[in-house]
């Protein structure tokens, strides 16, 4: 999806506009979509990590309307797993790490694509010598294991036993 | 002289002796590398780590004499040669337990996947001449059939093409309908049993496959389930076009409480990602 908080706030026909249509979690949010059903699920979920932060999606969405560029710039994004807006890629791969995300997920970009992506870097960096017009703020620095707290299906290291965490105190072993 | 083996048909317990036996087979396999691994984005080193990086290796999966096994790779060579030595192991694993495997009834894929505008569509892998061979029970030498990426498949009642075409299964859910509904007309069951079959018999199959396995539009759903719809009704005293909104809305609404295939495929789907999120 591209964008910081959880999936069941977002607005779909928003991210419908780049996002695959074939899974089966789209097609349960398109069915709560079009019956007005609002989910509430709270788990962990990507965040901005610096002040100013805006995922990429977020702010491509203002500036292109065409699902064709969204899909693009999105396929180029998520082959690099980029989220937020403040990294540039151009011809040179992008060697940094903002997280500690490892992106199972590689899609098949062509040069189309990312002729797309450098125009709507264009747009993103607008400020003098491709800076963003408002710059990064302070860091916001999350406990790197704070999501672990909100995530309740976990494995032994050995992988024999399966766990779920239904409350604080109750858990299912598998 | 063969000595029996085997559990004997109809043994209630097979199912579950078979499932402890093939736990068995898959943790050799996948004990051997054969297993394809799953992974997601978050991984975390400590006494527990999450359950959604690389916690998921799949080798194959299977019920009762029904078995899928999978292998995947960048490379359709690789890929074919690497399934030949699973099949093989899976035989002589089969074979140990007094097992077989019924050459008639297997078949094997090997998809590819061209990307065309960024999106994915899968494609028959060409491997050239090569061929899956496994041994029968006669001890023989037999080529294993191989099936077009179009061509479907039966597995535990439901029809999967690697395509990801639902035809086969919509036309295969209709006729169940189709003859279910004509069972109902030529029978002779009461207003209130029809009613009943229709909730507890038809409308239970229909739903499973939806579940399981495919998505299905509310288009296709209507279709699917009218032939029931249209021979019970009418049979429990009710017009077979009686408004959707007095056939699906529930008995407290002094309706008439027929599933909505799509409805039911929507709201258990919502609750299962409400339970496992």
């Known amino acids: 999806m591209g964008l910081y908080g959880l999936i069941w706030y977002k607005s779909l026909p928003v991210y419908a506009k780049w996002c695959s249509d074939h899974s089966w979690l789209f097609h349960v949010c398109q069915f709560n979509n079009d019956h007005e059903i609002a989910i509430k699920i709270e788990h962990a979920a990507l965040k901005p990590k610096r002040l100013h932060d805006r995922a990429i999606m977020d702010v491509v969405q203002e500036i292109f309307d065409s699902k064709a560029e969204l899909r693009a710039i999105n396929r180029v994004r998520m082959l690099h797993g980029v989220v937020p807006d403040n990294v540039f890629l151009s011809r040179a791969q992008f060697g940094g790490s903002r997280n500690d995300f490892l992106w199972p997920a590689k899609h098949h970009v062509s040069s189309s694509d990312y002729t797309t992506w450098s125009k709507a870097v264009e747009f993103v960096f607008a400020g003098t010598n491709q800076t963003l017009t408002t710059p990064l703020g302070s860091w916001l620095v999350d406990c790197d294991r704070q999501w672990i707290g909100e995530w309740d299906w976990f494995v032994t290291f050995d992988r024999e036993s399966f766990y779920f965490r239904s409350f604080d105190t109750e858990w299912y072993q598998y | 002289m063969n000595e029996p083996q085997g559990v004997l048909q109809g043994n209630a317990a097979g199912p579950t002796i078979w499932s402890t036996i093939s736990s068995f087979i898959f943790k050799i396999l996948q004990g051997k590398g054969f297993s394809d691994r799953f992974c997601s984005a978050k991984g975390f080193s400590d006494r527990f780590c999450s359950a959604i990086s690389n916690v998921f290796l799949l080798v194959g999966f299977a019920f009762v004499d029904d078995c899928d096994l999978i292998q995947s790779g960048q490379d359709p060579h690789e890929v074919a040669a690497s399934m030949q030595t699973v099949i093989r192991e899976w035989i002589d694993l089969m074979e140990v337990s007094g097992g077989a495997l019924e050459t008639k009834k297997s078949y094997w894929y090997l998809m590819d996947y061209e990307w065309v505008h960024g999106k994915w569509k899968a494609v028959n892998a060409d491997t050239g001449d090569f061929e899956i061979i496994v041994r029968s029970v006669d001890n023989e030498d037999v080529v294993l059939t191989r099936l ?11 029809w999967i093409v690697p395509s990801g075409e639902n035809k086969g299964m919509i036309a295969e859910m209709r006729d169940k309908a189709l003859n279910w509904g004509a069972r109902v007309r030529l029978g002779k069951a009461s207003a209130s049993d029809s009613l009943a079959a229709l909730y507890t018999t038809i409308s239970m199959k229909l739903k499973y496959p939806p579940l399981a396995a495919l998505t299905l539009t509310a288009k296709e759903c209507t279709y699917i389930m009218a032939p029931a719809i249209k021979a019970a009704l009418p049979r429990a005293g009710f017009s077979g076009s009686v408004s959707c909104v007095f056939r699906h809305a529930p008995n407290q609404g002094f309706s008439l409480n027929v599933m909505d295939l799509y409805s039911t495929m929507g709201t258990t789907r919502t609750a299962l990602l409400v339970h496992h999120c």
């Open chain 2, 148 to 158: 077009d990426r179009d061509e479907e498949l039966e597995m535990l009642d439901i």
